[in-house]
């Protein structure tokens, strides 16, 4: 029996919001975690000189896996070998291949409500069970070890994610400390997507293998590299797990596009655009912040990383998903409906995604500020 999953209500907002910018509509696109800001100058120009040169073919980069593997050194003090990190397709594959090489079907996975709508669907479609654990305002919409370690039964494994889609929330150090400690007490396994790692305005954010050397870490150029159309992402396995994932990846996926392989590791030298892109990101979050504050919108968890405001809408509706295609017709504004990411509480929130120009995000507040306004009328 094959697995029933859920549809991922933002792409669907997002075929609309195209739709009517094929009208001739100017619409605002905030409805995708992606960054607008493109591929790093010098990866582009590597691109380009590679498509002269190279006929490509199936092929890992070893170049790239081992600077990969060096940057847990330089920014985690973690040593990881070349051959931990699988190079995969995106951070999608590299969550199922993370998933599939822990876990058999029916195992049982804990992951935050809210969280990333595919870590629920991934689960379903290898058919295993999401536990999700209701994390409100509280706990800054993040899982805890109190939560974990109250779990009965201990689930086989938990789904980490700081900063977090889709509030940009980091786990604090001593609290992740926490979990690890719980989960290598309960024999919980570890995988933590660190996807959002560098887009960070609270300082450096640590990696679960600081705390849990034998977590399954899963990363992309997609979001602080600004390269999510070039589908490049990694894994990094213990071990004793590389020869088993490693034939997970090579059989479903092959091996990552040959091209994107070139450009990322040109991307990984290109730190003063990067930073430059960081703090576009950090001016766009100061005037989401200034702006919801003008929306009526003061219950949200202020983002830590990332490029996403969470906002609970919930005195204006109990539908998510039809307020957010309404505001989209009304203003060309594109937003996510939070019922991806929360299928019980998710009606009456909303995701912004500021990774967007900082002009566009002007706009945005300027179209909005008005319509709120109007919503917040007695009719």
């Known amino acids: 029996m094959t697995a029933e999953i859920d549809p991922f209500h933002a792409i669907a907002i997002g075929e609309l919001a195209y739709a009517l910018q094929a009208q001739g509509r100017a619409v ?23 498509l002269d040169s190279d006929p490509m073919g199936y092929w890992e980069n070893p170049g790239l896996k081992a600077r990969i593997a060096a940057t847990y050194a330089e920014r985690h003090g973690v040593a990881v070998e070349p051959r931990q990190v699988i190079l995969t397709c995106g951070a999608s594959p590299a969550l199922v291949l993370a998933l599939s090489t822990l876990f058999a079907p029916g195992a049982r996975v804990a992951l935050a409500r809210p969280g990333y709508v595919a870590y629920r669907n991934t689960l379903k479609a290898l058919h295993m069970e999401p536990v999700e654990l209701d994390c409100g305002e509280a706990e800054r919409f993040q899982l805890t070890a109190a939560a974990l370690a109250a779990l009965e039964p201990a689930p086989d494994g938990v789904i980490l994610a700081s900063p977090a889609n889709p509030t940009g929330t980091v786990i604090a150090p001593e609290e992740l400390a926490r979990i690890a400690e719980v989960c290598a007490a309960r024999g919980i396994r570890i995988v933590s997507d660190e ?15 600081e705390v849990a050397p034998g977590a399954l870490v899963v990363n992309s150029f997609s979001k602080y590299y600004s390269m999510a159309g070039w589908r490049l992402g990694w894994l990094v396995v213990p071990p004793e797990l590389v020869e088993p994932a490693r034939a997970r990846m090579g059989n479903p996926f092959l091996t990552p596009p040959s091209l994107a392989q070139h450009a990322g590791l040109a991307a990984m030298d290109a730190h003063d655009e990067l930073a430059g892109h960081v703090a576009a990101y950090a001016r766009n979050r100061a005037l989401m912040l200034a702006g919801m504050e003008r929306l009526g919108l003061s219950r949200i968890a202020p983002p830590d990383g990332a490029f996403y405001i969470y906002a609970d809408v919930g005195h204006l509706t109990r539908d998510s998903l039809a307020f957010c ?5 009304e203003t060309g504004v594109a937003t996510a409906p939070g019922i991806d990411f929360d299928p019980v509480r998710g009606n009456r929130f909303i995701r912004f995604s500021f990774a967007v120009s900082t002009a566009l995000v002007e706009q945005a507040l300027d179209r909005l500020e008005p319509w709120f306004a109007a919503q917040a009328k007695p009719a």
Request: charged share 15%; hydrophobic share 45%.
């Open 195 to 209: 996807i959002y790692h560098g887009i960070s305005y609270v300082g450096p954010v640590r990696s679960a293998l």
């Open 28 to 50: 605002v696109h905030m409805e995708y975690g992606q960054p607008s800001t493109g591929a790093p100058a010098a990866a582009l120009a590597v691109a380009h000189r590679v």
């Open 325 to 329: 295609r309404r505001m989209l017709e």
